[in-house]
């Protein structure tokens, strides 16, 4: 995006996606593309400013040499390779990844998940209505964002946010086993008390709302968030030089909640405290 | 961060030890105000190892047998002796940045918040200068700005001496070039910055003032000066968001909207980037933007402005303004910001400056000067009477006088407090959390002490974003570089006084907002 004066010369490599030859840059990953291609690959764990880690395994493709499923989105594309993105062996595995997480998780709040699920016939419903299933009280210990564990697909993306993706403040990790397992932050402290410096970079990457904006919480809450109404405005925050951009996400004439374009070369979307909550006083602010 | 995990080093200097420099390879902790007197001893240790760029100084310098002279002196024990580094940290700190490929300085206010700022800016210039890291990709100096437009207020003429693009007020031809546009004679004479304004006031030779989106009645060094000088005026008009401080001063306020979230325009980053911001929400109540106001405004003194849009008034710009005659709304929009110089359309904007000190005959210019510049130390000394140092500056949640950011609920926010190093603290007989009172030679504050292991033996540490709970700024020091008009916020000398023992002990209310 931005003008840079000296550049790297580009090579490029080709691949084969479900029997069309792509070309994309060195470096790009199968899922590159496969998106390219103009293939739809459902990805939970995934996301542009962060790296590959690998948790979800709902992006896998079948390649050709290869004894097992490739996540695509870690995986180089290499000159040559064969990948298909639509056998039987790929739908079958996304549609179980598909379904285990819904069986234990509430979805309700991730629409490109629930869409996939449709796409690839998941049905947890046929585990039983008696399936484990994740039951916590929704953590609500300041104003600015709750932790709603019931619907956490443990992808992995906040704690990378926290750390060194982004953050570098390394607030929360993964804690438990097995089905005890979940993000947390150090012995289960509460968030102001832990070391978490509310940039919400967490909340902003998170893919099923378990990490959720308290004015949407509240808003939710009161049967009032309506996604269909909004307006999102991009502008530039105003508290230091660095020029984040800011989306600002509107509703009846107010700000309800704040992201920042992941494609924006300034900060790859990632925020602090203040430009991601400092946002009230345009509306009179908090009581405090 | 991405730098630091690939490898980049990293040198922290600051009294304080900060949260950045925990990420740091070496934290320099010098005495406050000793910036001149270690970079003169960094510069005079790259000379003595030999690690200056001598073809770069020989082609794109001049003076430097004299800054070699006078940093000679700067030897490293004179360095440790001045700035309380120890010789070796200075010495691994000069030899990395000589040594490095690519070197950046990047500073903020507590270099410039001094009263020889120009003096500890150049000091870091001349280290650009003598290693060549300077005018290219990845390495020069970066004044870091502290709000989102700053740098597009200077640009934009907000400076005494200058037109919108740095062109003079004194030249008669950008003068013309403007007057043509502007239908108006511009005066011929530079104006005053803000601290020559207050002095006039003083001396009574301004009587109105009209400000606009500052809270100087709060943030000004030796606080209660200021007030005196701004309740003093005939007439004080206010254009801002809230009734802040300084408006509850005024004669007359003109309610003003949000102007990243409620007006149309742009703004322009540290890094001269030129980003456009957007009216996401409509203004409250009877507030205009700016824009509108000062139309108004005009219109009733007889100048009829019409109603322009905030791309018709760039549009004049661009055509006044070389540094930004290629920015279209339509770029900056589609290639996420311009950086000037960006004169002309198909010009894709400067990610970096001063990139003639790389060409062949200096795009004409004069070789880049080094600077004599000599070590000082803060204006306002230690005394037995005020023996502890103050410095002021920021938390990361809150910004400036509180007036935005105290409008959302902060979990992290602890209030006012002075940072204070436990073994000061025991010296004074102080309890963590104690309110003591504070002073200095303008004046006296209580206040919750904080205990601060971060925080050097012999300096104190606190922000100024709640002055409705401890009104700081009576106690800076308004001592100011005449170069630049800015106060030494960054230095001023207290003393700490137990209160009477029978003060309660519960001190939250001052603590906490």
């Given at each position: 995006?931005t003008?840079?004066?000296?550049t790297l010369?580009e090579t490029?490599?080709?691949?084969?996606?479900?029997g069309?030859?792509?070309?994309?840059?060195?470096?790009a990953?199968?899922?590159?593309?496969?998106t390219?291609?103009g293939?739809?690959t459902p990805?939970?764990?995934?996301?542009?400013?962060?790296?590959?880690?690998?948790?979800?395994?709902?992006?896998v493709?079948?390649?050709?040499?290869?004894?097992?499923?490739?996540?695509?989105?870690?995986?180089?594309?290499?000159?040559?390779?064969?990948?298909?993105?639509?056998?039987?062996?790929v739908r079958?595995?996304?549609?179980?990844?598909?379904e285990?997480?819904?069986?234990?998780?509430?979805?309700?709040?991730a629409?490109?998940?629930?869409g996939?699920?449709?796409?690839?016939?998941?049905d947890?419903?046929?585990?039983?209505?008696?399936?484990e299933?994740m039951?916590?009280?929704v953590?609500?210990?300041?104003?600015?964002y709750?932790r709603?564990?019931?619907k956490?697909?443990?992808?992995?993306?906040?704690?990378?946010?926290?750390?060194?993706d982004?953050?570098?403040?390394?607030?929360i990790?993964?804690?438990?086993?097995?089905?005890?397992n979940?993000?947390?932050t150090e012995f289960?402290?509460?968030l102001?008390d832990?070391?978490c410096?509310?940039?919400?970079n967490?909340?902003?990457v998170?893919?099923t709302?378990?990490?959720?904006?308290?004015?949407e919480?509240?808003?939710?809450q009161?049967?009032?968030w309506?996604?269909?109404?909004?307006?999102?405005?991009?502008?530039?925050?105003s508290?230091?030089g660095v020029?984040?951009?800011l989306?600002l996400h509107?509703?009846d004439?107010r700000?309800v909640?704040?992201t920042?374009?992941?494609?924006?070369?300034?900060?790859?979307g990632?925020?602090?405290?203040?430009g991601?909550f400092g946002w009230?006083y345009?509306?009179?602010?908090?009581?405090? | 961060?991405t730098?630091?995990?690939?490898?980049?080093?990293?040198y922290?200097?600051?009294?304080?030890?900060?949260?950045?420099?925990?990420f740091?390879?070496?934290?320099?902790?010098?005495?406050l105000?000793?910036d001149?007197?270690?970079?003169?001893?960094?510069?005079?240790?790259?000379?003595?190892?030999g690690?200056q760029?001598?073809a770069?100084?020989?082609h794109?310098?001049q003076?430097?047998?004299?800054?070699v002279?006078a940093?000679?002196?700067?030897?490293?024990?004179?360095?440790?002796?001045?700035?309380g580094?120890?010789?070796?940290?200075?010495a691994e700190?000069?030899?990395?940045?000589a040594?490095?490929?690519?070197a950046?300085?990047?500073?903020?206010?507590g270099?410039?918040?001094?009263?020889?700022?120009?003096?500890?800016v150049?000091?870091?210039?001349?280290?650009?200068?003598l290693?060549?890291?300077?005018?290219?990709w990845g390495?020069?100096?970066?004044?870091?700005?502290?709000?989102?437009?700053?740098?597009?207020g200077?640009d934009?003429?907000?400076l005494p001496?200058?037109?919108?693009?740095?062109?003079n007020?004194?030249?008669?031809?950008?003068?013309?070039k403007?007057?043509?546009?502007?239908?108006?004679?511009i005066?011929a004479?530079?104006?005053i910055?803000?601290?020559?304004?207050f002095?006039a006031m003083?001396?009574?030779?301004?009587?109105a003032?009209?400000?606009?989106g500052?809270?100087?009645a709060?943030?000004?060094?030796?606080i209660?000066h200021?007030?005196?000088?701004l309740?003093g005026?005939?007439?004080l008009?206010?254009?801002?968001?809230?009734l802040?401080?300084?408006a509850e001063?005024?004669?007359?306020?003109?309610?003003?909207?949000?102007?990243w979230a409620?007006?149309?325009?742009?703004v322009?980053s540290?890094?001269?980037?030129?980003q456009?911001?957007?009216a996401?929400v409509?203004?409250?109540?009877?507030?205009r933007?700016?824009?509108?106001?000062?139309?108004?405004?005009?219109?009733?003194?007889?100048?009829d402005?019409?109603?322009?849009?905030?791309?018709?008034?760039?549009e004049?710009?661009?055509?006044?303004s070389?540094?930004h005659g290629?920015?279209?709304?339509?770029r900056?929009?589609s290639?996420?910001g311009?950086?000037?110089?960006?004169?002309?359309?198909?010009?894709?904007?400067?990610p970096?400056?001063?990139g003639w000190?790389?060409?062949?005959?200096l795009?004409?210019r004069a070789?880049a000067?080094?600077s004599?510049?000599?070590?000082?130390?803060?204006?306002?000394e230690?005394?037995?009477?005020?023996?502890?140092?103050?410095?002021t500056?920021?938390?990361?949640?809150?910004?400036?006088?509180?007036?935005?950011s105290?409008?959302?609920?902060?979990p992290?926010?602890?209030?006012?407090?002075?940072?204070?190093?436990?073994a000061?603290?025991a010296g004074?007989?102080?309890?963590?959390g104690?309110?003591?009172?504070?002073?200095?030679?303008?004046g006296?504050?209580?206040?919750?002490v904080?205990?601060?292991?971060?925080?050097?033996?012999?300096?104190t540490?606190?922000?100024?974003h709640?002055?409705?709970?401890?009104?700081?700024?009576q106690?800076?020091?308004?001592a100011?570089?005449?170069?630049?008009?800015?106060?030494?916020?960054?230095a001023?000398?207290?003393?700490i006084d137990?209160?009477?023992?029978?003060?309660?002990p519960?001190?939250?209310e001052l603590?906490?907002?």
């Amino acid at each position: 995006m931005t003008a840079v004066p000296v550049t790297l010369t580009e090579t490029t490599v080709t691949i084969s996606v479900d029997g069309q030859n792509v070309t994309v840059p060195d470096g790009a990953s199968v899922l590159d593309a496969c998106t390219a291609a103009g293939v739809d690959t459902p990805t939970i764990c995934y996301a542009e400013n962060l790296t590959p880690v690998n948790a979800c395994r709902v992006c896998v493709v079948e390649m050709e040499g290869s004894r097992t499923l490739v996540p695509s989105c870690s995986r180089a594309a290499e000159d040559g390779m064969t990948v298909q993105t639509d056998t039987e062996r790929v739908r079958h595995s996304r549609k179980m990844v598909l379904e285990f997480l819904g069986s234990g998780t509430d979805l309700s709040q991730a629409p490109d998940i629930l869409g996939w699920m449709a796409d690839y016939g998941a049905d947890p419903d046929r585990y039983g209505a008696d399936r484990e299933t994740m039951d916590e009280e929704v953590k609500v210990q300041d104003n600015l964002y709750i932790r709603d564990y019931d619907k956490c697909v443990l992808c992995y993306k906040c704690v990378e946010a926290c750390g060194d993706d982004a953050q570098h403040t390394f607030a929360i990790a993964m804690s438990g086993r097995g089905f005890g397992n979940r993000i947390s932050t150090e012995f289960d402290i509460t968030l102001p008390d832990s070391a978490c410096v509310y940039c919400g970079n967490c909340v902003a990457v998170c893919p099923t709302n378990a990490l959720q904006f308290k004015t949407e919480f509240d808003l939710r809450q009161a049967g009032n968030w309506r996604e269909e109404d909004q307006d999102v405005t991009r502008t530039v925050c105003s508290y230091c030089g660095v020029g984040c951009n800011l989306e600002l996400h509107t509703q009846d004439e107010r700000i309800v909640k704040v992201t920042s374009p992941n494609d924006h070369s300034v900060t790859s979307g990632h925020l602090c405290i203040k430009g991601r909550f400092g946002w009230q006083y345009v509306h009179g602010g908090a009581d405090d | 961060m991405t730098g630091l995990d690939n490898g980049a080093r990293m040198y922290a200097v600051d009294p304080r030890r900060t949260s950045s420099s925990k990420f740091a390879d070496l934290w320099l902790g010098l005495e406050l105000g000793s910036d001149v007197a270690l970079a003169n001893t960094v510069g005079n240790h790259i000379i003595s190892k030999g690690l200056q760029n001598d073809a770069f100084i020989e082609h794109s310098a001049q003076g430097y047998a004299e800054y070699v002279e006078a940093v000679s002196e700067y030897t490293l024990e004179r360095g440790e002796a001045l700035t309380g580094v120890p010789a070796a940290a200075i010495a691994e700190m000069a030899e990395a940045y000589a040594t490095a490929e690519k070197a950046q300085i990047l500073w903020t206010l507590g270099i410039t918040e001094h009263h020889n700022a120009v003096d500890n800016v150049l000091a870091l210039c001349n280290l650009a200068l003598l290693t060549g890291h300077i005018g290219r990709w990845g390495s020069g100096l970066v004044p870091l700005r502290g709000q989102n437009n700053v740098q597009g207020g200077g640009d934009m003429g907000a400076l005494p001496n200058k037109l919108p693009g740095f062109q003079n007020v004194t030249d008669p031809e950008h003068r013309a070039k403007f007057e043509a546009v502007y239908g108006v004679d511009i005066p011929a004479e530079d104006g005053i910055h803000l601290t020559l304004m207050f002095e006039a006031m003083e001396r009574g030779e301004i009587n109105a003032a009209y400000v606009i989106g500052e809270n100087p009645a709060d943030s000004e060094a030796d606080i209660n000066h200021a007030r005196k000088l701004l309740s003093g005026l005939d007439l004080l008009v206010v254009q801002d968001i809230f009734l802040t401080r300084t408006a509850e001063l005024a004669d007359v306020v003109l309610p003003a909207s949000v102007g990243w979230a409620e007006c149309e325009g742009t703004v322009t980053s540290s890094e001269r980037r030129v980003q456009r911001v957007r009216a996401a929400v409509p203004p409250p109540g009877e507030a205009r933007h700016d824009q509108d106001i000062i139309g108004e405004l005009a219109r009733r003194m007889g100048y009829d402005w019409g109603h322009p849009t905030s791309e018709d008034l760039w549009e004049e710009l661009r055509s006044l303004s070389p540094l930004h005659g290629g920015m279209t709304y339509e770029r900056l929009e589609s290639e996420g910001g311009l950086q000037w110089p960006c004169p002309t359309l198909d010009h894709p904007g400067s990610p970096f400056l001063h990139g003639w000190l790389w060409e062949e005959d200096l795009g004409g210019r004069a070789p880049a000067p080094f600077s004599v510049v000599g070590h000082q130390g803060p204006k306002e000394e230690l005394t037995e009477q005020f023996p502890i140092r103050l410095t002021t500056g920021r938390s990361l949640d809150m910004y400036n006088t509180g007036v935005q950011s105290g409008g959302f609920d902060s979990p992290i926010r602890y209030g006012e407090a002075l940072d204070i190093n436990p073994a000061d603290a025991a010296g004074l007989d102080l309890v963590d959390g104690e309110v003591v009172l504070v002073s200095s030679p303008r004046g006296s504050v209580e206040m919750a002490v904080r205990f601060q292991p971060d925080i050097p033996v012999g300096l104190t540490f606190t922000t100024f974003h709640f002055p409705e709970l401890v009104d700081i700024n009576q106690l800076t020091n308004d001592a100011w570089d005449k170069r630049s008009g800015t106060a030494e916020f960054k230095a001023a000398s207290i003393r700490i006084d137990k209160l009477a023992p029978s003060t309660d002990p519960d001190t939250s209310e001052l603590i906490h907002a």
